[in-house]
């Protein structure tokens, strides 16, 4: 059992906070709640308290509190601080060292490990700012939980979202022992005991989008699922993943930290500055071509357009050449005949070490369901049809043997 003190910030995502407190009670740990000003306009001390069966902590100048646990105490008190959610305002102020209210002055004096789960809109994420502030908060030492990806309160789309409290809680269950035993205070990610823990497992998923005109784009079917499924059983295997992603509207699979990407030659770069890394597998369907983009909307009254073609980067071939390449280089074969053929000629042409071939005749692109064949440079493993998730476990199953 560990003592965690949840600090709820501001923004309409702080609802969740209360499951988030069942959560952690249901397994028996201890919580004691804060309440930011913020906060406290979504959610009611009373209800928290109710949930937490504790005392919900409000402000800095309480003297009551002050007099019977002062912040110091309260800040040292817990195994793990948990801040859900963090809006874009709190993150600025912890990353500025601030302590001008309950909850910031309980960071800044905490001694225990901090893990932050983000939720704001989009935008707020993205910006260069937040971004710079994330960056500070894990090169601090903060463990920050990559935000889900979907609809918001606002009516736009992306990331940015908290994400379910029992996805909260799965990802903190993973890395709870490391850090209350201070093995893991500076993570940067969620960290768990398995095959591959120790070893770095760079991914990359969905199709790329390789703009036409500013409203058009070549791409393809690549749901992501695949890559998806198996940066999550990379993370519950323990390693340390990388997931570059194309343009797909996939939640973030616990454990996994996510650099989304739109182009093959961002794409590109991203799995360039992800280096190095043990394992890396190349499950994106990456655009083989983009074309010079119109500045403007191509008119349909100015009849077809001649779109002059260049080749984008091999990504798979780019890694097999590099010094510092991954141990294990797995690339992906979409094909819809001569399947192994072309799996084994890929084999050799790319350097990589593993091709996983398979058949995307039918709906296996944007489907549920998988049947590949494993080609190394001992021969053909032919696998049978099996949900993607499973696809996925059997995969990496077979990666921590070869790493063995």
Known sequence: MSRILLIVGGGIAAYKAAELIRQ??????????VLTEGGSHFVTPMSLAAL???PVYTSLWDLKDEAEMGHIQLSRAADLVVVAPATADLIARMAAGEANDLATTLLLATDKPVVIAPAMNVRMWQHAATQRNIAQLKADGITVLEPDEGPMACGEYGPGRLPEPADIYQRLEKILPELVSGRGTTAQSDVVEGPLAGKHVLVTAGPTHEPIDPVRVIANRSSGKQGFAIAAAAAQAGARVTLVAGPVSLPTPGGACRVDVETAQQMADAVAEALPADVAILVAAVADWRVKAATSKLKKSDGPP????????????MLGERPDRPTLLIGFA???????ANAKGKLASKKADWIVANDVSGDVMGGSHNRIHLVTKDGVEDWPEAAKEDVARHLISRIAEELE
């Open 24 to 33: 952690f009670r249901k397994e028996g740990h201890e919580v004691t709640p």
């Open 52 to 54: 937490a069966e504790s």
């Open 306 to 317: 001649l779109l002059k073609f260049a080749p984008n980067p091999d990504i798979l071939a």
């Open 334 to 340: 979409a094909e819809t005949n001569d399947v192994v």
